[in-house]
């Protein structure tokens, strides 16, 4: 399932400022990662927490490991710094993962839903390295929105024992409308 979700998170659609308009760099990798396991977690939670509770923890752990591997190779960085980034990472995404929970679970209307996912990735994703909020941002966020819905809906009928087995499937991508003529 962590490979799955890395793999999906590679795609160059949510870094195409036409489509997702993501800034194209390691923590927004990471955090495309992080958000296809928080969208495989939704689908899990369907099914009894004994059943999903070991392959949930085994993907996350995964999730960990491998951004040790990446600070430490990619960047260079030492047991202390790893220590420090991972777990600010590891929190920040935590703080993401429970603000897009309670949009999901909240009793509103569908389009205040869509609202509110929205609006915990524009602020939690389409942002530049120094915290800034990049161009397109809405937009990107709108995208990315749809996409994450697309996902769960897909997933909300898979087949119990499949993903208990960590097989997902992806659905496709959102189409943009070209903008109209004035």
Known sequence: MYFLCGKQAALPEFCDPKLGGLDDRYYVRYQLTVLHCWICHV?????????????FKEMMEKVWAQTELDLSGKFE?????????????????????????????????????RAELQSVLQRNMYTDAEGDALPGAEAGAAWLTEYVLTQINKHRNAESADVLNGIVQWGGMPVVEEAKAS
């Open 77 to 113: 960085m030492g047991f202390l710094q790893i220590s420090k980034y991972l777990k600010e990472m590891q929190f920040g995404w935590h703080g993401t993962a429970r603000a897009l929970d309670a949009a999901l679970e909240s009793n509103a209307q569908e389009d205040e839903i």
């Open 43 to 55: 689908r899990l939670r369907q099914e009894p927490k004994a059943a999903y509770e070991l392959l």
